[in-house]
């Protein structure tokens, strides 16, 4: 959409130092203006578990909240990847308290994307994330992560049930494609509120079965 992207991802785990992260793999797909990862733990557990076991400093809400919004002064689009769902410790408030992803979007005024499977389970974990954030006033869409490249019955349900608050739908493998095959498809996956295409659930079902 010849927009200027950011990608910030505040906790990356399951990484040593150096090793390439969520980032790096968006990056070469997608080519954003900027990628930047905040804080990087080499354990793959929820941030800030990570940090402590590492015997590292954990994220600190407010240099997120800075951070975020210093590259949003520079960029049109920031997109602000979690670590594991909503509701996981990422670091430390000031106060010493948790923080989550629910509370970096609440801080930053930003609607969120959660991103969903497709399979058996994800209506009620979607739910649940969806109703989280609209206790908190947070505005939201849903992506589904990896539409099967042969969708069973339970995911043509799961489907429709999501189609209400559906934003998108990235097929199965999409990481391992070609940098430049990802890009000219990726428009057809998304809707038009994510810079996207996808204007008609029907026809788009259609295609994929």
């Given amino acids: ?12 785990t399951g990484t040593a130092t150096g090793e390439p992260g969520d980032v790096d793999a968006v990056s070469r797909l997608a080519a954003p203006l900027t990628g930047r990862t905040l804080a990087s733990y080499p354990d793959p557990l929820a941030p800030l578990a990570a940090a402590r076991v590492a015997e590292l400093a954990p994220l600190e809400l407010y240099t997120a909240v800075d951070e975020i919004r210093a590259a949003a002064d520079k960029h049109d689009l920031v997109l602000v990847e979690g670590a594991g769902g909503l509701l996981v410790p990422m670091g430390l408030r000031p106060s010493g308290e948790p923080w989550t992803v629910a509370d970096l979007a609440v801080s930053l005024g930003a609607p969120a994307v959660v991103v969903a499977r497709a399979g058996l389970g994800t209506l009620n974990h979607t739910a649940l994330t969806l109703e989280a954030l609209e206790r908190r006033a947070v505005p939201a869409g849903v992506v589904i992560g990896a539409w099967p490249a ?12 999501l189609v209400p608050n559906l934003l998108g739908a990235v097929p ?5 494609m070609d940098p430049g095959v990802f890009r000219r498809s990726a428009p057809g996956w998304l809707t ?8 008609d659930w029907r026809a788009w079902a259609e295609d994929a079965g």
């Fill in 172 to 176: 199965m493998g999409a990481g391992s």
């Fill in 150 to 161: 042969e969708p069973e019955l339970v995911h043509w349900l799961n489907l429709s049930e």
């Fill in 192 to 199: 038009p509120a994510l810079y996207g295409v996808l204007d």
């Fill in 1 to 12: 959409a010849g927009l200027r992207v950011a990608v910030v991802k505040p906790g990356q």
